[in-house]
């Protein structure tokens, strides 16, 4: 941490910033907002150097090309921490979070999407200008290595921790032939890699993008099987085509596209991009055990089910086995919870800082219960629970010891208990409840974390809980 200060101080002039841990959903980098009276600035804590210095030189590369990526303002002398632009707390996942459970997009919505996905090509083609490529890490370029390493990773991570009996040469020669089907195109762009929509922050309304370290030399196709078909996005087919057309209308000030041969390579992308995103799941998840990961290998099966019912008629065996898959009982029953609700009622719940104003209603309905946590003692005038949040036990202790938040949280309840009944009666669709303190830190992270699994557990409604200035959305499927 010491070393980020120093860097924050020597690049503002400002002493002893604010520091508080964001939350990363997967990656081990540790990041934290540095704030002064004048400043806010991202820190960042790597844990691969030759990672970081990937980062870093790409981020300075695409600087100079004007593109809306994060700036980099300092950086240590051993290339394990550095310090960058803040975009703020609203990626683009989030900002689409209402119609993505509604299931239909609005007009605001769309438009960021279309927005985005116009910029792909730009950073693609614009973004390789000039790219001496050697400095990407751990590959320079998209080839026959890098696909077996992805599609091994899903074979060991993934496929072997289900069960499923499976033929390795069989599995191998399908292999061979999707290598071979890949590598038919490669033109001579940045292929991103992790192009989704959490690696998308939307700053003063417009999308910047961010976490493209792992970029490489690699066609295009990658990129846009990366977005469109993102697990928990679940875009509509019909958003998913107009996305797609936007996109090709994009490409085509750089390079002649023919519409079919396109489709028919994506199609390609499209399935090995679902290996590669079911192996990280399955690290990730299956034996890291981390909650976002085992969460949306329901939607990835979802996805891939939907997409094998087109064919690959090139890859029999493989296709056998991933239909096994999407057969899973485990699976099955996850989509089945997913997809249906017990009640229409969807439920959000926020924490935030009153400095930033109180949240959004995404429904349209103009907002509901706002509840004030300043009252409470409050932990973050203390230097030992500075860079912790509501989360943590030991401010979870601290506010629990003169049992303050307990009965405020009473209160809430009695409220919510008598408002969530009447609007299940009245067939109502959305509620927010949202709990403001002065830095959305401590005591609205405590208090709507608690009434979001109170909530939850008491009326099996869905519940979207979101701690808006710590970058951290959660859903309780009641």
């Known amino acids: 941490m010491k070393e980020l200060i120093s ?17 990363g959903e997967g990656s081990n980098r540790k990041y934290f907002r540095l704030q002064s009276p004048s400043y806010s600035l991202i820190g960042v804590k790597g844990e691969d150097r030759m990672e ?51 299931g239909h997009m609005n007009g605001q919505e769309k438009e960021m999407l279309i927005k985005t996905i116009s910029l792909l090509p730009k950073i693609q083609f614009e973004g390789a200008d000039g790219l001496d490529f050697s400095i990407c890490y751990p590959q320079a370029e998209f080839d026959r290595k890098t696909i077996f390493w992805d599609l091994n990773y899903f074979k060991y991570s993934f496929l072997k921790a289900t069960g499923i009996a499976f033929s390795e040469l069989e599995l191998e020669k399908d292999f061979e032939r999707m290598s071979e089907m ?18 998308v922050m939307i700053y003063n309304n417009e999308p910047y993008f961010i976490d493209f370290q792992g970029g490489r030399k690699g066609p295009v196709f990658y990129d846009v099987a990366s977005f469109l078909w993102q697990s928990k996005a679940r875009f509509p087919e019909e958003l998913r085509e107009e996305l797609l057309q936007v996109y090709l209308q994009s490409v085509r000030k750089y390079i002649n596209i023919e519409e079919a041969f396109f489709k028919n390579q994506l199609h390609q992308f ?114 030992e629970y500075k860079a912790l949040t509501g989360l943590d036990e030991p401010v979870i202790r601290f506010l629990e010891q003169d049992g303050e938040i307990f009965s405020f949280l009473e209160n809430v309840y009695k409220l919510a208990d008598s408002h969530i009944k009447r609007y299940m009666e009245r067939g109502f669709t959305s509620l927010m409840f949202s709990f403001g303190c ?20 008491k009326f099996g409604v869905r519940v979207h809980l979101v701690h808006r200035e710590q970058n951290i959305s959660q859903v309780f499927n009641g």
Do not use: W
């Not at 890949?182 to 690696?199: A, C, G, V």
């Open 7 to 23: 860097l924050f101080e020597s690049y503002t002039g400002e002493k002893n910033p604010q520091c508080i841990r964001l939350k």
């Open 52 to 102: 970081n210095e990937t980062f870093i030189a790409l981020a300075r590369h695409f600087e100079k090309k004007g593109l809306p990526t994060p700036k980099v303002f300092g950086v240590s002398d051993d290339r394990m921490y550095y310090i960058q632009e803040d975009l703020g707390d609203v990626s683009l996942f989030q900002y689409i979070q209402g119609g993505i459970s509604s």
């Open 182 to 199: 890949l590598l038919q195109t490669n033109t001579p762009t940045f292929l991103y890699r992790d192009f989704q929509s959490r690696n």
């Open 270 to 383: 499209v399935l090995f991009r679902m290996l590669q995103v079911l192996g990280a799941y399955g690290f990730r998840g299956l034996f890291e055990r981390k909650p976002y990961f085992l969460e949306s290998i329901p939607y990835a099966i979802q996805n891939l089910s939907v997409l094998l019912q087109k064919g690959y008629p090139e890859y029999p065996y493989l296709s056998g086995i991933l239909r096994q898959l999407t057969e899973l009982p485990v699976f099955r029953k996850k989509e089945e919870v997913i997809s249906s609700p017990v009640s229409p009622l969807k439920i959000s719940v926020y924490s935030f800082s009153y400095k930033k104003g109180i949240p959004a209603d995404e429904s349209g309905n103009g907002g509901g219960y706002v509840f004030d946590c300043r009252a409470i003692h409050n932990p973050g005038k203390y230097p």
């Open 438 to 457: 002065t830095g959305g830190q401590h005591r609205s992270v405590y208090s709507a974390q608690h009434a979001a699994e109170y909530i939850a557990r």
